[in-house]
T-cell receptor
Framework: ELKVEQNPLFLSMQEGKNYTIYCNYS?????LYWYRQDPGKSLESLFVLLSNGAVKQEGRLMASLDTKARLSTLHITAAVHDLSATYFCAGLNRDDKIIFGKGTRLHILP | DGGITQSPKYLFRKEGQNVTLSCEQNLNHDAMYWYRQDPGQGLRLIYY???????QKGDIAEGYSVSREKKESFPLTVTSAQKNPTAFYLC???????????FGEGSRLTVL
């Protein structure tokens, strides 16, 4: 069964810096998803990555997928305080289960 | 407005009581999911349903039950057999084209 691991689980960074969150998964999954969760709120979809080499960008966030390495990354460019949140990656298992990583809690210091 | 509606948003329960959390969607999605989230933790799958009148157990189904009598509705019952039910419960439906999940606002259950 698909297992999804994120790292780091917690990240504190200064505004204006760049950083990358990594998402490794254990078995073949050609679909990978990124979600954002603000404290006390539900999840909202950020990116859907459907094939090897897929790259999606929205503002200061960019996500990519390498199915051969079983790795997805979420890159943050010139972080701003508004990006403070918990970010989850998730993969689609063969039996239609959608499995989430434990999340990366991102805290951006002004 | 299309979306997922969960109710209630907050619920308090005494030990030994069953409670049912409602989840309704008007997105015409076939698949629906229930997740549990504990403070500072990720999402764990309770049950999911790919089609009406069919559902499968997730990773933590013990102490929970579901039904899927209508495409739009996927209620979750937290039974008295669930030993530690205090948590944030999230319902989602899945868009078949991409597999992307759309979440409701969640229901926060506290057992007193």
């Amino acid at each position: 069964e698909l297992k999804v691991e994120q790292n780091p689980l917690f990240l504190s960074m200064q505004e204006g810096k760049n950083y990358t969150i990594y998402c490794n998964y254990s078995t073949t999954s050609d679909r990978l998803y990124w979600y954002r969760q603000d404290p006390g709120k539900s999840l909202e979809s950020l990116f859907v990555l459907l094939s090897n080499g897929a790259v999606k960008q929205e503002g200061r966030l960019m996500a990519s997928l390498d199915t051969k390495a079983r790795l997805s990354t979420l890159h943050i460019t010139a972080a701003v305080h508004d990006l403070s949140a918990t970010y989850f990656c998730a993969g689609l298992n063969r039996d239609d289960k959608i499995i989430f990583g434990k999340g990366t809690r991102l805290h951006i210091l002004p | 407005d299309g979306g997922i509606t969960q109710s209630p948003k907050y619920l308090f329960r005494k030990e030994g009581q069953n409670v049912t959390l409602s989840c309704e969607q008007n997105l015409n999605h076939d698949a629906m999911y229930w997740y549990r989230q504990d403070p500072g933790q990720g999402l764990r799958l309770i049950y999911y349903s790919q089609i009406v009148n069919d559902f499968q157990k997730g990773d933590i189904a013990e102490g929970y039950s579901v039904s899927r009598e209508k495409k739009e509705s996927f209620p979750l019952t937290v039974t008295s057999a669930q030993k530690n039910p205090t948590a944030f419960y999230l319902c989602a439906s899945r868009w078949d084209f991409t597999g992307e999940l759309f979440f409701g606002e969640g229901s926060r259950l506290t057992v007193l």
